[in-house]
Each structure stands twice: as structure tokens, then as C-alpha cells.
T-cell receptor, first 114, second 111 residues
Framework: DGGITQSPKYLFRKEGQNVTLSCEQN?????MYWYRQDPGQGLRLIYY???????QKGDIAEGYSVSREKKESFPLTVTSAQKNPTAFYLC?????????????FGSGTRLTVV | SQKIEQNSEALNIQEGKTATLTCNYT??????LQWYRQDPGRGPVFLLL?????KEKRKERLKVTFDTTLKQSLFHITASQPADSATYLC??????????FGKGTRLSVIA
């Protein structure tokens, strides 16, 4: 079955450490997105990529970095510069931008600072 | 600044009744609006989309309306069931811009 796989499901980060969240899709979608969700909050956009080798900052990009070297992969690195990284991270994709597709989401990664 | 408001954080209704959730927006001219369902600890699941030139959309027990004059969408679940209990998110976008999400409404259907 086609879909989006996020790993790991749970991740613990020590202070000052960089961690990378994986997002892989086998849907052949061009556009991919990273959102952050805090308790009682809506999803906030971190980064997005409309096509391979290109990505744009979202509303809360500070302290995060991404790459899009392959169509199926869009990893997110949470750097030590992100002061409050504890949250639920969601990856999503659509076939292409400019059309009103519903987003397909992964099952999320819950990151906790210890 | 752009703002999306979902009418309440939580809504409790009796099984069999119609649940109505509200999404209001300001300083925005969306080309379309989407509704998602999210269960605890899971990613959102796309339910319905309605475009700016459409008044109403239906899918099984779900109905969405979109009033661009009032800047409001209503999401209805008829004959609600305990299995409908979840958080429902509305989201807006236009053109190539990524979806902007509201905070969601947590619906509880009581048997």
C-alpha cells in the first residue's frame, strides 16, 4: 500500500544534540511538508518542498533544517538552536502544488527533550 | 494577520444527533477549504474539500458548507456515533500556498 512512513515514532533528545526525523513516501508525490503540533495547538508549518532539490521556509523554520535530494525522502533535522523542540512532528505530501489535493499525512514522530 | 478560528475546543453531543463544527477565518481569501479528522497520537486524515465557488459538499454522513461572505465554513456529522469522536481540523489555502490549519475542535459523541 502507498503511504508516508515517519520514523522513529518516539524520539528523545538531549540538550545540545541534533536529531533527524525521517519521512519517506512511495506515492510518487512532488510536494512534501513538515508541520509541528503542540498540545491544544493547530499544525504550524516548518518547511516545505514543492520539487526535488528545492525547499522553502515555513512560519517556524528557525532551529530546523531539511534536505530534498530524492523525491521520496524529506528528512527534518532539529538542531540545538531550536530551544523548545518537544512536540509532535507530522510529515505530509500531495501529488503537486497548484491543485487542491487533500494532504496525506504520516503517523507522526513525538520528540521529547530529556 | 491571517487567523483561523474553530468555534470551540471541545463539543459533546448525544449519539444519533447532528454535530455542527464551525470554522471562521479573517484576513484571508482562500481558494478552498479542507476538513480533517485526527485521532490521538495519529496524523490527520483528509475528509472533505470545498472550493470558494461551491456552497455545499456532501460525503455519506458528512456535509460541509462554505460562505465566503461570512468567511465561515460549517462541518456537519449527521446521525453521530461514538466512533466519530475525534479532533476535527479545518484548513485553508489558495494557489500554491501550503495549508494553514485551525487549532481543531475535539468532538465527543456520548452513547
Amino acid at each position: 500500500d502507498g503511504g508516508i512512513t515517519q520514523s522513529p515514532k518516539y524520539l528523545f533528545r538531549k540538550e545540545g544534540q541534533n536529531v533527524t526525523l525521517s519521512c519517506e513516501q512511495n506515492l510518487n508525490h512532488d510536494a512534501m511538508y513538515w508541520y509541528r503540533q503542540d498540545p491544544g495547538q493547530g499544525l504550524r508549518l516548518i518547511y516545505y518542498s514543492q520539487i526535488v532539490n528545492d525547499f522553502q521556509k515555513g512560519d517556524i523554520a528557525e532551529g530546523y533544517s531539511v534536505s530534498r535530494e530524492k523525491k521520496e525522502s524529506f528528512p527534518l533535522t532539529v538542531t540545538s538552536a531550536q530551544k523548545n523542540p518537544t512536540a509532535f512532528y507530522l510529515c505530509a505530501s500531495i501529488p503537486q502544488t497548484g491543485r487542491d489535493y487533500g494532504y496525506t499525512f504520516g503517523s507522526g514522530t513525538r520528540l521529547t527533550v530529556v | 494577520s491571517q487567523k483561523i478560528e474553530q468555534n470551540s475546543e471541545a463539543l459533546n453531543i448525544q449519539e444519533g444527533k447532528t454535530a455542527t463544527l464551525t470554522c471562521n477565518y479573517t484576513n484571508y481569501s482562500p481558494a478552498y477549504l479542507q476538513w480533517y479528522r485526527q485521532d490521538p497520537g495519529r496524523g490527520p486524515v483528509f475528509l472533505l474539500l470545498i472550493r470558494e465557488n461551491e456552497k455545499e459538499k456532501r460525503k455519506e454522513r458528512l456535509k460541509v458548507t462554505f460562505d465566503t461572505t461570512l468567511k465561515q465554513s460549517l462541518f456537519h456529522i449527521t446521525a453521530s456515533q461514538p466512533a466519530d469522536s475525534a479532533t476535527y481540523l479545518c484548513a485553508l489555502a489558495s494557489g500554491n500556498t501550503p495549508l494553514v490549519f485551525g487549532k481543531g475542535t475535539r468532538l465527543s459523541v456520548i452513547a
